[in-house]
């Protein structure tokens, strides 16, 4: 049997209690927290969800007191320094006198987008102060809410300047134009085809990114039939993606005035050519020539003969 150390039990009630004191110490801290009064956001609301720039939104934040005592002094606060917002008719800052234990109460902003925001998602930095009711110490908790600047891009088409003539192959350029605030990507136009004329390039022509108030041209070539009428009327679709991903499909239809060679001249639009004239006047000296040529071999001829 093996003697046992001097007070060795002694030790160990001593440990034992020490460790237990350390449990209900802890148990206390925690008891002490949770009973800290605090405030959550309970609930961030948009109206509209998404702002187009130049245009206002409401935003409503519920604050929650979740503790155990009142909160006095109550800021709510909007930190619009880094983002394209100013606020439109209210403060950036709400505040309440006081919010009662398990209480809600809400702050409402409105707040207008600049109109030089551009498409996006933005984070708003929310500060809220409060002081603990009976207490001097300030208390604060920082958070950030979200807001969606955005605005349906406007695609425009047109025919760029250029002569469309019936009978032979013709280079087509149309201007694809974003009159919108917001900017588009993954752009591609697709020519459809037609009774009157024959699409010779790929019909599919991709753009890619045109940003707000610029434009781009898809150039195709295309060949009109003899029989077509002056105007052709030419289908087209666009597809592309704004800012945040959202997809658009726009169909439009173009016309555009096609020329005979012959209506092409009489207007000016091209100027008559010479070949053909040229080509008699060197064919008709060349004639001449070979003419001369002769009748001076001839009369070379006769003069021997005669001179024999």
């Known amino acids: 049997m093996v003697p046992q150390k001097p007070n060795s039990g002694k030790l160990k009630m001593k440990t034992t209690k020490i460790i237990l004191a350390s449990i209900i110490l802890t148990i206390y801290i ?53 983002v394209p917002f100013a606020p439109y008719s209210s403060s950036s800052e709400i505040s309440f006198d006081e919010i009662k234990e398990n209480k809600v109460k809400y702050a409402e902003f409105e707040i207008s987008a600049l109109s030089e925001a551009k498409s996006g998602i933005y984070k708003i930095p929310l500060l809220i102060s409060y002081k603990i009711s009976g207490e001097t110490q300030v208390n604060t908790k920082n958070s950030l ?5 955005n605005s349906k891009p406007i695609i425009d088409l047109g025919i760029e300047d250029g002569l469309l003539l019936k009978g032979q192959e013709s280079k087509l ?25 024959t699409i010779l390039s790929q019909k599919n022509v991709y753009i890619g990114d045109i940003s707000s108030d610029d434009f781009d041209t898809a150039d195709f070539n295309v060949f009109f039939k003899d029989t ?76 021997a003969e005669s001179s024999a």
């Open 228 to 303: 077509s009428a002056s105007t052709a009327n030419m289908p087209f679709t666009v597809r592309y993606k704004d800012s945040l991903n959202n997809k658009y499909e726009e169909s439009f239809n173009l016309q555009a005035q096609v020329y005979t060679q012959k209506q092409a001249i009489d207007l000016g639009l091209i100027q008559k050519s010479n070949t053909t004239t040229y080509a008699g006047i060197v064919i008709g000296l060349i004639i001449i020539y070979i003419v001369y040529r002769n009748i001076k071999k001839r009369r070379k001829i006769k003069k």
């Open 145 to 149: 809410i979200g807001i969606s600047v």
């Open 30 to 82: 925690l008891s002490i927290i949770g009973l800290t009064s605090a405030l959550t956001i309970t609930s961030v609301n948009t109206n509209p969800e998404v702002v187009a720039p130049g245009e206002s939104s409401t935003i409503k934040i519920g604050v929650e007191n979740d503790g155990n005592d009142n909160v006095e002094d109550v800021s709510v606060g909007l930190d619009l320094t880094n």
């Open 173 to 197: 350029s149309v201007k694809i134009t974003n009159k919108g605030f917001s900017d588009v990507k993954f752009l591609e136009i697709e020519m459809q085809g037609g009774t009157s004329y």
